[in-house]
């Protein structure tokens, strides 16, 4: 059932798919899903759980790699972009359908982790600032989060993506950059 809903919700998003058509697609008769899920949004929660879960794994892969805090932080970038690309049934799952994280405490606590390492990331990268001009790491893993997101959203995954004369990756580096500069991490380029 998972695979057969990662497929429509690439194919037709969240909401263009009945549970009749996920169980027909999984080879299951129309009332075997509800055996395990309540309806369509169970289902899309169970879906969007699985890729925090794979989603966390990967941040903290990307994590570990950087051998310095400016390394780690790119290094996360960079895997929220490939996730974005290589799993984009679980992407709109998690971040485009509506489910309420919170609602579900397992579904919640998966998809804090995934921030966290971006929060931990963002944490040693601030942590030399002057007390005065540093900002919570939880705002500054925020801002990254939503320009992250929003590369994605906007250049990542088909139009007007396409349309772009930068690459996504271009976009996060130079607007990473462009933000690290304005908080005093980067030296500006005088």
């Not at 609602?103 to 963002?122: I, T």
Request: hydrophobic letters at 45%; glycine letters at 10%; one cysteine or more.
């Amino acid at each position: 059932m998972i695979d057969a809903t990662i497929q429509l919700i690439e194919q037709k998003g969240p909401t263009g798919f009945t549970m009749s058509e996920a169980a027909k697609l999984a080879g299951v008769s129309a009332a075997a899903p509800y055996r395990h899920f309540e309806g369509r949004e169970a289902l899309i929660a169970e879906v969007a759980r699985e890729g925090f879960g794979m989603f966390g794994d990967l941040m903290e892969f990307a994590y570990a790699k950087g051998n310095t805090p400016l390394a780690a932080l790119e290094s996360t970038g960079r895997a929220y972009q490939a996730f974005a690309k290589k799993h984009s049934g679980h992407y709109i799952a998690m971040f485009e359908s509506g489910v309420a994280i919170n609602s579900d405490p397992d579904l919640a606590a998966v998809a804090n982790r995934a921030l966290g390492v971006l929060v931990r990331a963002c944490e040693e990268l601030i942590k030399d600032l002057p007390a005065h001009r540093r900002p919570p790491a939880t705002m500054v893993s925020q801002h990254i989060w939503a320009m992250s997101h929003g590369v994605v959203e906007l250049f990542a995954r088909g139009e007007p993506g396409q349309r772009s004369p930068f690459s996504p990756e271009d976009l996060m580096e130079s607007g990473l950059g462009i933000y690290l500069r304005g908080l005093g991490v980067l030296p500006n380029d005088d």
